[in-house]
């Protein structure tokens, strides 16, 4: 059998290729990559096959040919975001002329070809390498610090609201291979998931290096969704745990809503966090995507869950009730990381009721949301304020609730004193000030400009959750959160 074994070793390479599968019973060609290991090879050897593949279902052709393992660059082209996002445009799926997206893609097909090209390099295939080596690896680098950038740079998209950086990201991800060590996550949860493990490794010298090596032992590709930093905490750490990261072999793709130059732009100490942003250009290509449509304003709005006024909590209630059925709200509790609880006032058959106040008023942060949204998947909140400088805190903490249900693609169903754009009037960015200073005449009243926020980081989300208000209260986004809970609700029967 060692003889076997060392001759397979030899023609090793020609097992990897591309296969042509058949699925759904249709003759559709789909380029798919597969690799196999010397177990799945002893397998083979004894008529049972093993592979790593992309599709569930699948046929492979009996015939493996040595001339599969010689893949041209001209061959790699034909998988990829680029052909994804072709087919969705042919098939009605996606709207068709955005030059700016076009041009996302063209770099994010970039980096799958030269990812691909360079899979063994960048260690991506979690199956390649033998958990004996990984512990060989382990135990050496506690006595000899090795450093291992990776052969490929990342990707960080930045652009203005609604232009599909998030679809574009998920696009590009979903069509990686399967056996790859890859994580897609929203940055407020990546991060949560950091201060967990810190809290961990409590104690250790150096416990971002633990934390780094965990996760980059789980994925060494990492696509982070909506990078923002506005806590100081976060800004303190962020360079030490991507230095870590990086010099383990991370890729890091991102999207965000600033340039790199911008992250953070006015917070405390930014200082220390200044070298993160050279880290950063360091190890990824940074492309803005241009455009200037905003695809969620796009959706045909409804007011079926948003309505405006002050005195509507009968009717918030009414909508609540609806929703339960037959089923009794109680007051009920959620746990959240590190052994905390969160009270809900009410609850019921997935749906939870808010004052307002509780929710957003309170010293609760994206752990809180994200426990809430694992355990509700509708959630009502009453009484939404217009925001300025009076409350700016819990105007950073709705933006935070809204990014987490949007990312969760929850429901939610709320009363406000005025429509998206109007909660956010008084919220402005340092520019947007110097403009309005110019602007304001000597007739204007105190009550005009007393309650103004000047706050750069708030000034640029508040436009994010505008479109992303709108787009939840969308026909298109309901119909999305009733089919989830259909298929949610099939898988448990």
């Known amino acids: 059998m060692r003889t076997v074994i060392r001759a397979i070793r030899k023609f090793r390479p020609a097992f990897r290729c591309r296969g042509n599968f058949i699925y759904d019973e249709t003759a559709r060609k789909q380029d798919v990559w597969f690799n196999m290991n010397i177990r799945s090879l002893y397998s083979l050897s004894r008529n049972v096959g093993a592979c790593q593949c992309r599709h569930p279902s699948y046929v492979i052709s009996r015939a493996v040919s040595a001339d599969a393992a010689k893949v041209t660059n001209g061959e790699l082209n034909r998988d990829g975001p680029l052909v994804e996002y072709e087919r969705r445009i042919a098939a009605g799926e996606l709207l068709d002329g955005d030059a700016c997206q076009q041009g996302t893609l063209g770099e994010l097909q970039r980096l799958y070809d030269e990812l691909v090209a360079n899979a063994e390099a960048c260690r991506l295939d979690r199956y390649a390498t033998s958990e004996k080596a990984g512990r060989s690896r382990w135990l050496w680098s506690r006595f000899i610090p090795q450093t291992s950038y990776a052969a490929v740079k990342g990707l960080y998209l930045y652009g203005g609201v609604g232009t599909g950086k998030t679809m574009l990201m998920d696009l590009f991800f979903d069509q990686l291979p399967c056996n790859w060590r890859k994580k897609r996550i929203h940055f407020h949860d990546f991060m949560l998931n950091v201060h967990s493990r810190l809290q961990k490794h409590k104690g250790v010298a150096d416990p971002l290096e633990v934390v780094a090596g965990e996760l980059s032992d789980d994925s060494i590709l990492l696509c982070l969704d909506e990078f923002m930093v506005t806590d100081v905490a976060d800004a303190l750490i962020l360079n030490r745990l991507f230095r870590h990261l990086f010099s383990n072999g991370a890729i890091l793709v991102a999207t965000s809503n600033r340039a790199p130059d911008n992250l953070y732009e006015g917070g405390l100490q930014r200082d220390l966090f200044l070298p993160f942003i050279a880290t950063l250009k360091e190890r990824c290509v940074v492309h803005q995507i241009g455009s200037s449509l905003d695809y969620r304003k796009m959706t045909s709005a409804e007011q079926g869950f948003y309505f405006i006024g002050r005195h509507l909590s009968g009717l918030l209630n009414q909508k609540f009730q609806q929703l339960i059925g037959e089923h009794v709200a109680t007051p009920q509790e959620v746990e959240v990381i590190m052994g905390r609880k969160l009270q809900v006032p009410l609850g019921a058959n997935g749906c939870a009721y808010f004052p307002f106040e509780e929710l957003c008023d309170r010293p609760l942060g994206a752990a809180d949301y994200f426990g809430l949204c694992k355990k509700f998947h509708t959630l009502a909140l009453e009484g939404v304020p217009i925001f300025g400088l009076s409350n700016k805190t819990a105007a950073y903490r709705f933006v935070t609730l809204v990014d987490v249900m949007y990312e969760n693609r929850a429901r939610l169903l709320c009363t406000a004193e005025g429509t998206p754009v109007e909660l956010f009037d008084r919220i402005v960015t ?64």
């Open 430 to 493: 340092i520019a947007d000030a110097k403009q309005m200073a110019r602007r304001t005449s000597s007739r204007s009243t105190k009550s005009d400009v007393s309650d103004i926020c000047v706050d750069n980081e708030l000034g640029f989300a508040k436009d994010r959750t505008v479109s992303r208000l709108t787009e939840m209260n969308s026909r298109e986004y309901l119909e999305q959160h009733a089919e989830m809970l259909a298929d949610k609700q099939a898988a448990v029967v």
